[in-house]
């Protein structure tokens, strides 16, 4: 294989890698005004991205673009340094997410009117649906939404969500209301509704749930007081700043950026460990009718998505070879892939639960491939693009995704690549017999188009 990979852990003070190890997780982000309205386990710090952004010289007159935009952090430290932005997620829920934590321009006062109107009228909505006529709170939602609330607490959360649909109400403060509810589904449970598992049988040990309409005020005007603080935070340039973002499939963009407009990539893809992005919504997309049973998100959502979990295949599908495209045009790293899959496949049969692992490598990498391809397509020459991703062993087969990811930059036409460790992880998994033992690591691949 060519390579001009250096592994380099990040040196400094103790603080500085303490702070780097953090950069995969959305633990900083959690604390930062608008990127914490939502939760989303596979968000990343907005540390890291500014990082970046100083590290490689990046200005408000260039342009960012972020091809797996989850839940904005990307785009939205963007604006807050006054650097325009594109973002695609394919993820219809995180999509609206994103889109609303990017628009900072929400009318205040309209909002304040809802609040009120909501605080007059709620209780006497609440009297009037529970005495409606065959009213169960049964027939409005899902079994699994009703599992993770009290009776009392489910009529009230059904009462908000009846008070935001059936006010007229401009789209930005919908959208902001939208978020308010649905941060609210998990804080407020009682059951262990923490991410990314609902376990909806069992009950959070730190808290009883929390009473609705209280939670509901206090948390919108928190989140009006986040977009007065972000404005005041960022650069006066972010006004000026231009984002566009889309519900779409980074896949294929030709219909949304054009050949050599993009200063800069930063980006976290789907990691390779059979995480499935459409299911841990489920709690959301079930109580706002979004989707009400797992064909639902399949068909909505899951085939959406580049593949990166077993639960996105179908062993009957023949789609499951890597492309021709992709033989070649990256003959050594196909190479690796087939050897990899060739064991996996042999694992599957011996091993409990009998995961599509095999299939998983090979669809992840013909979408990678496809996505890199576009990256490069995008970017300006003299650029480069970043993705934070881990490595990860199924069935205790070592997929090296970082330096596969490298290898497929290079066969595609980018110059080099450099791997740059954030930390190691899933020790963890070391003291389980029924896990593999091989060290795993999250990184920044860097790709260079020259
Ligand atoms: C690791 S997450 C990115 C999280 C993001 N950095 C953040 O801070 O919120 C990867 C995202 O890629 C999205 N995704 C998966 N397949 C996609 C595709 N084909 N096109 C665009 N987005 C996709 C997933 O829905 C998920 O939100």
Same mark, same amino acid.
């Not at 209780?123 to 939404?145: A, G, M, Q, R, Y």
């Given at each position: 294989?060519?390579?001009?990979?250096?592994?380099?852990?990040?040196?400094?003070?103790?603080?500085?890698?303490?702070?780097?190890?953090?950069?995969?997780?959305? @633990?900083?982000?959690?604390?930062?005004?608008?990127?914490?309205?939502?939760?989303?386990?596979?968000?990343?710090? *907005?540390?890291?991205?500014?990082?970046?952004?100083?590290?490689?010289?990046?200005?408000?007159?260039?342009?960012?673009?972020?091809?797996?935009?989850?839940?904005?952090?990307?785009?939205?430290?963007?604006?807050?340094?006054?650097?325009?932005?594109?973002?695609?997620?394919?993820?219809?829920?995180?999509?609206?997410?994103? @889109?609303?934590?990017?628009?900072?321009?929400?009318?205040?006062?309209?909002?304040?009117?809802?609040?009120?109107?909501?605080?007059?009228?709620?209780?006497?909505?609440?009297?009037?649906?529970?005495?409606?006529?065959?009213?169960?709170? &049964?027939?409005?939602?899902?079994?699994?939404?009703?599992?993770?609330?009290?009776?009392?607490?489910?009529?009230?959360?059904?009462?908000?969500?009846?008070?935001?649909?059936?006010?007229?109400?401009?789209?930005?403060?919908?959208?902001?209301?939208?978020?308010?509810?649905?941060?609210?589904?998990?804080?407020?449970?009682?059951?262990?509704?923490?991410?990314?598992?609902?376990?909806?049988?069992?009950?959070?040990?730190?808290?009883?749930? +929390?009473?609705?309409?209280?939670?509901?005020?206090?948390?919108?005007? $928190?989140?009006?007081?986040?977009?007065?603080?972000?404005?005041?935070?960022?650069?006066?340039?972010?006004?000026?700043?231009?984002?566009?973002?889309?519900?779409? =499939?980074?896949?294929?963009? $030709?219909?949304?950026?054009? &050949?050599?407009?993009?200063?800069?990539?930063?980006?976290?893809?789907? *990691?390779?460990?059979?995480?499935?992005?459409?299911?841990?919504?489920?709690?959301?997309?079930?109580?706002?009718?979004?989707?009400?049973?797992?064909?639902?998100?399949?068909?909505?959502?899951?085939?959406?998505?580049?593949?990166?979990?077993?639960?996105?295949?179908?062993?009957?599908?023949?789609?499951?070879?890597?492309? =021709?495209?992709? &033989?070649?045009?990256?003959?050594?790293?196909?190479?690796?892939? +087939? $050897?990899?899959?060739?064991?996996?496949?042999?694992?599957? @049969?011996?091993?409990?639960?009998?995961?599509?692992? =095999?299939?998983?490598?090979?669809?992840?990498?013909?979408?990678?491939? !496809?996505?890199?391809?576009?990256? *490069? !397509?995008?970017?300006?020459?003299?650029? +480069?693009?970043?993705?934070?991703?881990?490595?990860?062993?199924?069935?205790?087969?070592?997929?090296?995704?970082?330096?596969?990811?490298?290898?497929?930059?290079?066969?595609?036409?980018?110059?080099?690549?450099?791997?740059?460790?954030?930390?190691? !992880?899933?020790?963890?998994?070391?003291?389980?017999?029924? !896990?593999?033992?091989?060290?795993?690591?999250?990184?920044?691949?860097?790709?260079?188009?020259?």
């Amino acid at each position: 294989m060519s390579t001009s990979q250096q592994l380099e852990l990040f040196t400094g003070n103790q603080d500085n890698v303490n702070e780097i190890q953090n950069w995969g997780t959305f @633990k900083d982000s959690l604390r930062e005004p608008v990127h914490r309205w939502f939760t989303y386990p596979a968000g990343f710090s *907005y540390k890291a991205v500014i990082h970046a952004l100083e590290r490689f010289g990046i200005t408000p007159n260039m342009v960012v673009y972020d091809p797996f935009m989850g839940s904005g952090t990307t785009n939205l430290t963007c604006k807050s340094l006054g650097i325009s932005s594109y973002g695609v997620e394919a993820h219809p829920f995180v999509y609206k997410i994103a @889109k609303t934590k990017m628009n900072w321009e929400v009318n205040r006062s309209e909002v304040i009117f809802f609040l009120k109107k909501v605080e007059n009228i709620f209780l006497d909505t609440l009297n009037l649906v529970i005495k409606e006529k065959d009213f169960s709170i &049964n027939n409005c939602f899902p079994e699994l939404v009703i599992k993770c609330y009290s009776d009392d607490t489910l009529k009230k959360l059904y009462v908000l969500k009846i008070l935001l649909q059936s006010e007229k109400l401009s789209q930005s403060v919908f959208d902001f209301f939208y978020v308010v509810i649905t941060a609210l589904l998990r804080e407020i449970s009682s059951a262990a509704t923490g991410w990314p598992y609902i376990a909806p049988n069992k009950i959070k040990t730190s808290s009883s749930e +929390k009473e609705v309409l209280t939670e509901f005020i206090k948390l919108s005007y $928190e989140m009006l007081e986040d977009i007065s603080i972000i404005r005041c935070n960022s650069s006066p340039k972010y006004a000026n700043s231009i984002h566009q973002i889309f519900n779409s =499939d980074s896949r294929n963009t $030709e219909n949304l950026l054009q &050949n050599n407009s993009i200063d800069h990539v930063f980006t976290s893809p789907p *990691y390779l460990n059979n995480f499935d992005y459409s299911d841990r919504t489920r709690l959301e997309l079930y109580f706002w009718g979004e989707a009400n049973n797992w064909k639902d998100i399949s068909n909505k959502i899951r085939t959406k998505l580049m593949t990166s979990a077993t639960t996105q295949i179908m062993r009957s599908d023949p789609r499951y070879i890597l492309s =021709d495209s992709f &033989n070649r045009d990256c003959s050594d790293v196909a190479i690796f892939i +087939k $050897e990899s899959v060739g064991k996996l496949e042999k694992l599957r @049969k011996i091993k409990g639960g009998k995961k599509s692992y =095999d299939l998983m490598v090979v669809g992840y990498f013909n979408d990678i491939y !496809r996505i890199i391809k576009d990256v *490069y !397509r995008v970017l300006k020459h003299d650029t +480069k693009a970043l993705f934070v991703l881990g490595d990860s062993a199924p069935y205790g087969v070592h997929i090296p995704t970082d330096k596969l990811i490298g290898e497929i930059g290079v066969c595609i036409g980018f110059d080099n690549y450099k791997i740059e460790v954030l930390r190691k !992880r899933g020790d963890k998994w070391k003291s389980n017999p029924q !896990r593999h033992n091989v060290a795993l690591q999250e990184s920044i691949v860097i790709l260079e188009k020259k």
